[in-house]
């Protein structure tokens, strides 16, 4: 393993003890719906766990909660989000 790895290894290793932190306190409750609460894994431990960014988080959470919350208006959000990503990539 380089050490490009081994660091990307650590770091996700870090993101999942955190996860486990957070779930322990912050997924007792969910503020304004039931949307998240009912799902096997939270959206945002996910998004942790895999040290996801800002713009990658967002299509995470609104395509898991499309069914529960806002139908088609949140896979429009995700896409909107998977656009910009789309952009910045195609920048590099």
């Known amino acids: 393993m380089n050490e490009d790895e081994q660091a990307r290894t650590e770091s996700l290793m870090h993101q999942t003890k955190l996860a486990k932190k957070i779930r322990s306190r912050a997924n007792g409750e969910q503020v304004g719906g039931e949307h998240y609460k009912l799902k096997s894994i939270q959206p945002w431990d996910y998004i942790v766990g895999n040290n996801l960014g800002y713009l990658e988080g967002n299509v995470v959470k609104y395509v898991s909660r499309w069914k529960d919350k806002n139908g088609v208006q949140d896979l429009q959000k995700a896409l909107h989000y998977l656009q910009?990503?789309?952009?910045?990539a195609e920048q590099k």
């Not at 910009?84 to 910045?88: R, T």
């Open 84 to 88: 910009k990503l789309i952009e910045i």
